[in-house]
């Protein structure tokens, strides 16, 4: 039996890692972005905007018949929330159309895909994996939208966890910096200051994102089925650093 995997930001640096990392694990993968991916012609690609899917219903019916159409009578069993919208800005007040964007995104497009799945992944008794960020936690100057964000992202990882019982599993990854071309765009792509990053990370650099791939397989497949409502930090260290003046 084929087992099937939906990855929302399936074209960025680590939508690419995580559809690699299903498919050598045996998975068919269904792959929602904005852009096509280059680096990936092995997975059914669906091209959409999830801000605009949040509150257009006719979107929702697009992208769900296309899910529908490529899975035909078999279920899914693994969902990836992994599309993220970053804005970086320190300027106030906020532009409010950036944080709806943020929120859209990084928090009610997860709640809507997993909603909207949660049949599929209830018979396969399967497992949804929601990329969140090290900034659940801990944050900085700049990103007042994404923080909140990926913070609510987080708990309700946690809240859907305790509502769907044990139908499935939901469990969510916080990663710190990882060399995307998100985190490049973030610093500008300033070398010195994405060398500055690494520094501060106690193992000297940021994380790869075939290593948050490989988490995200491991934690979705059988084996540690008591792993839910759970928020994995995977950080380098940095999470436990304080930075205060040596």
């Known amino acids: 039996m084929n087992k099937l995997c939906v990855i929302t930001g399936a074209s960025g640096s680590l939508g690419v890692a995580l559809s690699n990392a299903y498919l050598d694990c045996g998975y068919k993968v269904f792959g929602i972005d904005l852009v096509e991916p280059t680096t990936l012609d092995n997975i059914e690609y669906y091209c959409a905007d999830l801000n605009r899917i949040v509150d257009d219903q006719k979107e929702k019916e697009y992208l769900f018949e296309a899910i529908n159409t490529w899975k035909a009578e078999a279920e899914i069993s693994v969902l990836v929330n992994n599309a993220a919208f970053q804005h970086v800005s320190t300027q106030h007040p906020i532009e409010i159309d950036k944080f709806k964007q943020s929120l859209n995104v990084n928090l009610i497009a997860p709640y809507i895909l997993t909603a909207h799945l949660s049949n599929d992944l209830e018979k396969t008794k399967g497992s949804v994996i929601n990329i969140s960020s090290i900034h659940a936690r801990l944050t900085k100057p700049g990103v007042s939208f994404y923080a909140p964000s990926k913070a609510a992202l987080s708990m309700l990882t946690k809240s859907l966890?305790?509502?769907?019982?044990?139908?499935?599993?939901?469990?969510?990854?916080?990663?710190?910096?990882?060399?995307?071309?998100?985190?490049r765009d973030g610093f500008k792509?300033?070398?010195?200051?994405?060398?500055?990053?690494?520094?501060?990370?106690?193992?000297?650099?940021?994380?790869?994102?075939?290593?948050?791939?490989?988490?995200?397989?491991?934690?979705?497949?059988?084996?540690?089925?008591?792993?839910?409502?759970?928020c994995i930090d995977i950080s380098g260290g940095i999470s436990s650093r304080l930075h205060d003046p040596e």
């Open 161 to 183: 966890a305790i509502e769907f019982g044990g139908k499935f599993r939901i469990n969510c990854i916080e990663p710190a910096a990882i060399d995307t071309k998100m985190i």
């Open 189 to 230: 792509n300033d070398e010195k200051k994405i060398n500055e990053l690494k520094y501060f990370h106690p193992q000297g650099r940021i994380a790869q994102s075939e290593e948050i791939a490989s988490l995200a397989v491991k934690i979705s497949e059988p084996g540690i089925d008591f792993l839910h409502g759970t």
